[in-house]
């Protein structure tokens, strides 16, 4: 906890690139012996402390079926790591990584019908999704996360199921193959 605690306050001064190995032992009061006993570098520790928020987040999932209330909760309760990772210092691409873990399933089973798109569309609209998610995700965290869990999860949940759901509606936006071929054009531009 202590290497944790040291190197995300570190994190949220620097990027990682300027973190030694020295500094985060300095900042967490042990020794490099220690530091080597459980990491073999600052970039290991990243990626563990990815793998662990990504972990806590699918104990959620599995406990509930409330998917995305239960991740935004286990967010909150890793906020100071998921604000480093989100904040100017962080890396965006690992909240996108641990938000993608999550969103795939999710989309593949609340959203999108196995066969109703081509795969490339499929791809496409997910790359959206977990774009617009991380952003909200990020602005949340950005300001706070002064907004409850729940009115978050309903945002995220309206515009992931409806807005792509009215996207694939053939009523609204032509048949399923006009939409394909659509795609197409607009994925080779």
Do not use: D, I, R, T
């Given at each position: 906890q202590a290497i944790r605690d040291g190197f995300l306050r570190l994190l949220a001064e620097k990027p990682i690139e300027k973190i030694s190995v020295t500094e985060i032992c300095r900042e967490a009061d042990i020794n490099r012996g220690t530091f080597y006993a459980h990491y073999s570098d600052p970039y290991e520790l990243k990626h563990s402390l990815e793998d662990q928020l990504s972990e806590a987040m699918e104990q959620r999932l599995r406990e509930s079926g409330l998917k995305r209330l239960n991740s935004l909760q286990t967010l909150q309760e890793n906020k100071e790591l998921c604000r480093v990772f989100a904040g100017p210092y962080g890396d965006h691409d690992a909240m996108l990584k641990v938000i993608a873990r999550h969103a795939d399933d999710y989309i593949e089973q609340e959203i999108l019908v196995p066969g109703e798109v081509s795969d490339?569309?499929?791809?496409?609209?997910?790359?959206?999704?977990?774009?617009s998610i991380s952003t909200v995700v990020k602005y949340w965290l950005d300001t706070g996360m002064k907004a409850e869990p729940e009115r978050v999860a309903y945002v995220l949940d309206t515009y992931c199921f409806s807005g792509i759901k009215g996207f694939l509606d053939d009523n609204s936006v032509g048949s399923v193959q006009n939409l394909s071929v659509s795609s197409n054009l607009f994925l080779s531009c």
């Open positions: 490339q569309l499929a791809e496409c609209l997910k790359g959206l999704l977990v774009s």
